[in-house]
């Protein structure tokens, strides 16, 4: 029995016990019960069973009934938030229709901090909702292909949030910091900000979401070479005695324990993106990510093992040109990683479908269908069965064989 589906039976079960312990309860306890639908953990479909329970589980509210099966291995694709809610998605849905394909991951809280949609309870800061797609509409599509959905939330990289709440960024010289790519990070010693996105997970989830994705779970790139010049707020975490890089993996590893937590009652899996090269050392220096401590906390895991972003690692001068051998170096890696965990996660790593041009003075090397399935390929023959795709504007290569180790 894998991770998931463990803790999704004890969830049920503790939720079963409390509610057959509470046959008195008053009244005004019964005005105020909520739904909850449980999935078949057998068979991890969605299913439209509804139990009654009391106040004390508010929380735990009801979610559209959508008939989503739990796919035999999630295979997907990346979609932004003008994507769904624009025409290319009848392309998208389409190309995950007429292949092995399953699963979209879909923008809910961007790169930007935008909010792709109008939820019906306003959100806390003006402006932060672009309103680019109908989620029920977009879920009622899915459903119809049996489409797995997936919503992807953004988490500490924010520059809505930072520009309109400075005090949980990061400062110099009293104004909002940015990066290169003049992208602004909010703090992740600030539960404050926990809250606020794992408030948007909960929406979402209600909606009828299967999985939160938590992307840009971490501190900005380099972290650990301007720490002591910015000026930013450690919470509950200034008077620790852990050394600064430590204290940056606990923050980060308790934002995920956290979230976990607060969606336990909201019938989704936590998933979390993280950077490849953290399975390969103990802890990153700078941005807080500690892959055994994460992986520990989550249903899924999704590392990011683009081979465009790996230097010369493993032994592999231009891993980019390599991708079959870069991803098996790596997926032998992860798993000796993944094996020392007591209740490891489903392992779902994303990979290319991109060119990367800034890698080359002269011509690009190119990712068509080969370069694809042979990282699905490295994938597949490690015992990795699960995976999704990066194509930043969902342009997505045509005639892939998405299960080529089965041939």
Known sequence: MNRVTTRRIMIIVVLLMTALSVESVSAETDDQEEALVVR??????????????????????PVPTYDFDYPDAVRGIYVTGNSAGGSHFDSLVDLVDTTDLN?????IKEDHGYVTYQPEEELPYEGVSKNLMNVEEVLERLSE????????????KDSMLAEARPDLSFQENGEVWVNG??????????????????????????????????????????????????????????????????KRVEAVTD???????????????????????AATIEETPGIGQNFSKIADNVDVISSMIYPSHWTSYFGIEKPDTEPYRLVTEYAKVEN??????????VSRPWIQDFDAPWLYSGPTFHYGAKEVEAQIKALQENGIDEYLIWNAGNSYTKGVDYTPASD
Not at 194 to 220: C, S, T
């Open 181 to 246: 790519k003049k992208e602004a990070f909010v703090n992740p010693f600030q539960k404050e900000v926990w809250d606020y996105n794992i408030d948007i997970a909960k929406k979402v989830a209600q909606l009828g979401f299967k999985e939160i994705q938590f992307d840009y779970v971490r501190f900005p790139e380099g972290f650990e070479k301007r720490d002591q010049e910015l000026e930013y707020a450690q919470g509950d975490y200034q008077d620790s005695d852990l050394d600064d890089i430590k």
């Open 40 to 61: 078949n953990n057998s068979t991890r479909t969605a299913k439209s069973t509804q139990l009654e329970f009391p106040d004390m589980l508010a929380r735990f509210a």
């Open 103 to 107: 699963a979209m991951v879909i923008d």
């Open 145 to 156: 292909k049996n489409i797995y959905p997936i919503a992807r939330i953004v988490v500490f």
């Open 255 to 277: 934002f995920v324990s956290y979230a976990r937590e607060e969606l336990a009652g909201y019938n989704v899996d936590v998933s979390v993106d993280i950077f490849g090269y």
């Open 336 to 345: 000796k990683v993944l094996e020392a965990l007591d209740d490891p996660p």
